[in-house]
Nanobody, 122 residues
Framework: QVQLQESGGGSVQVGSSLRLSCAAS????????MAWYRQAPGKGREFVGG????????HYGKALKGRFTISREYGAKTMYLQMSDLKPEDTATYYC???????????????WGQGTQVTVWS
């Protein structure tokens, strides 16, 4: 069984920075892309950004690139989301995901972590 676990969330003031981590565990391959999503209260899940398994390619959701940076070492189990100049509208639960089969799991579709809460207050 493969799993994803996010960490690093918290309650921070406007303008602060925060780094989230997403760690994969289990009998893993190395060839799985990873992505971050977030969900604010009362809203749908929003794509934040993703990074390829080789770490050679990354892409971001609209309006997030520039303040958010995703990083990962080649074939590594852990992906990071560095967030800077945080705003109240960044308040959300942040999730990571990856394709279950690509990770080495048996399930179809995407595997998701349980999420980590980020609250930005002014």
């Amino acid at each position: 069984q493969v799993q994803l676990q996010e960490s690093g969330g918290g309650s921070v003031q406007v303008g602060s920075s925060l780094r989230l981590s997403c760690a994969a565990s289990g009998r893993l391959t190395i060839s799985y892309d990873m992505a971050w999503y977030r969900q604010a209260p009362g809203k749908g899940r929003e794509f934040v950004g993703g990074v390829s398994w080789s770490a050679h390619e990354s892409h971001y959701g609209k309006a997030l690139k520039g303040r958010f940076t995703i990083s990962r070492e080649y074939g590594a189990k852990t992906m990071y989301l560095q967030m800077s100049d945080l705003k109240p509208e960044d308040t959300a639960t942040y999730y990571c995901n990856a394709d279950c089969r690509s990770m080495g799991g048996l399930g179809e579709g995407k595997c998701w972590g349980q999420g980590t809460q980020v609250t930005v207050w002014s």
